[in-house]
């Protein structure tokens, strides 16, 4: 009996989908609705492995590499360690940027700005309109685009701070001059 229902069932649901249909085609009609479905399935499926892909994700410690500060853009000794990088639903990258007392960045600007969140010691940083400001540890530094900038340890104290930089067609840093030797010892002076 309960056969009996489900081929009632059948018919009455190949009636729905395709008209009229005899016994025959009703099992046929089952079984294209049954692969629908599985292709369904199968279908939705795939979408979670492609989304599987921007899943949360772990970057082991050290595993970017770093590298010691290039003399053309750093003064004293400094060491770069990538965090990570840019991906297409986080346009920034991050970095973690050691300074040895009196080290310090060139010039430079960010074209899509730049946070840096400062995790040991003090950072000093100066800007090209004569604003110096200390930032010590726990501290973060919000540099909007394009402002021409540095920042360093002071001369009596080590510093370091996390880099996050958006990057704005391609790029994420221009660099320029290096600050001299008399310009950090001006800004040491006036650091509030």
């Known amino acids: 009996m309960n056969g009996v229902k489900s081929i009632a069932f059948s018919a009455d649901l190949g009636e729905m989908i395709f ?6 085609s009703t099992l046929f009609a089952s079984a294209v609705l049954r692969s629908a479905i599985v292709a369904g399935v199968i279908a939705l499926s795939l979408v979670n492995i492609t989304s599987a ?4 994700e772990i970057v082991k410690a050290g595993s970017l590499g770093g590298f010691v500060g290039d003399e053309k853009i750093f003064t004293g000794k400094v060491k770069v360690t990538k965090l990570f990088n840019d991906a297409p639903y986080r346009p920034f990258g991050g970095g973690l940027v050691e300074f040895e007392r009196g080290a310090r960045s060139a010039w430079h600007t960010h074209p899509a700005g730049q946070t840096l969140i400062v995790t040991k010691g003090v950072i000093i940083t100066g ?6 400001q200390i930032a010590r540890e726990g501290d973060t530094i919000l540099c909007p685009p394009n402002l021409k900038h540095w920042h360093g340890a002071g001369d009596k104290q080590s510093g370091a701070h996390i880099a996050l930089t958006g990057i704005k067609d391609g790029n994420n840093v221009n660099w320029l001059e290096k600050v001299s030797d008399e310009e950090y010892k001006a800004t040491l002076k006036k650091a509030k």
């Open 53 to 56: 892909k921007e899943a949360q």
């Open 127 to 132: 800007t090209e309109q004569d604003e110096v």
């Open 19 to 24: 008209g009229s249909v005899a016994f025959e």
